[in-house]
T-cell receptor, first 120, second 115 residues
Framework: ETGVTQTPRHLVMGMTNKKSLKCEQH?????MYWYKQSAKKPLELMFV???????ENNSVPSRFSPECPNSSHLFLHLHTLQPEDSALYLC???????????????????FGEGSWLTVV | GQQLNQSPQSMFIQEGEDVSMNCTSS?????WLWYKQDPGEGPVLLIA?????ELTSNGRLTAQFGITRKDSFLNISASIPSDVGIYFC???????????????FGQGTILTVHP
């Protein structure tokens, strides 16, 4: 139990469906992330939210739409996906610190168990 | 962009043997993390390193932050069957305060332990 909970754990959806992945962190962190893990590829960062504001969109197609209503919840809305989008989607969180008015990295990121997505 | 080379890509060892894997980077990192991922699960943090030269242990695991800040290694001593999984290194850099904890991951080392 890492303190980051993802639902559903498995999802099968058609290319015309709309679905959402949910992530909740119980660690009191202020930053949340979506990563994509495909076979034989390194983990790919998709989105970063700091203090509920999206601070990074790593050239992700618009068929993936993140939402962060508060610092402990993160959603990934899925619409008209392609079969090649099938992968393990990992949510993560961390506690980012403000140092001299700037966000400081170097903090530890904790992952959820992932949501296995299959697009048919 | 930043890249991490993790080696070896896979290892097949006998139970009881020691294991060593490493990551090298083309650029400097301020943090090195080592994760283990079991099949169908998310990565679980094993060891975090925040200072060049730092050597940290977690049970049978030992990891070091290279003095050049461009490499790190992970050792597992006296391996057991439950050590099976994929081990990832990850580095983060806060150059200019813009990385927000963004991690660059290695490709992973697949470890198989034969009883």
């Amino acid at each position: 139990e890492t303190g980051v909970t993802q639902t559903p754990r498995h999802l099968v959806m058609g290319m015309t469906n709309k679905k959402s992945l949910k992530c909740e962190q119980h660690l009191g962190h202020n930053a949340m992330y979506w990563y994509k893990q495909s076979a034989k590829k390194p983990l790919e960062l998709m989105f970063v939210y700091n203090f509920k504001e999206q601070t990074e969109n790593n050239s992700v197609p618009s068929r993936f739409s993140p939402e962060c209503p508060n610092s402990s919840h993160l959603f990934l809305h899925l619409h008209t996906l392609q079969p090649e989008d099938s992968a393990l989607y990992l949510c993560a969180s961390s506690q980012e610190a403000l140092v001299f008015g700037r966000l400081s990295s170097g903090n530890t990121i904790y992952f959820g168990e992932g949501s296995w997505l299959t697009v048919v | 962009g930043q890249q991490l080379n993790q080696s070896p890509q896979s290892m097949f060892i006998q139970e009881g043997e020691d294991v060593s894997m490493n990551c090298t980077s083309s650029s400097i990192f301020n943090t090195w993390l080592w994760y283990k991922q079991d099949p169908g699960e998310g990565p679980v943090l094993l060891i975090a390193l925040y200072k060049a030269g730092e050597l940290t242990s977690n049970g049978r695991l030992t990891a070091q932050f290279g003095i050049t800040r461009k490499d790190s290694f992970l050792n597992i001593s006296a391996s057991i069957p439950s050590d099976v999984g994929i081990y990832f290194c990850a580095g983060s850099s806060n150059a200019g305060g813009t990385s927000y904890g963004k991690l660059t991951f290695g490709q992973g080392t697949i470890l198989t332990v034969h009883p």
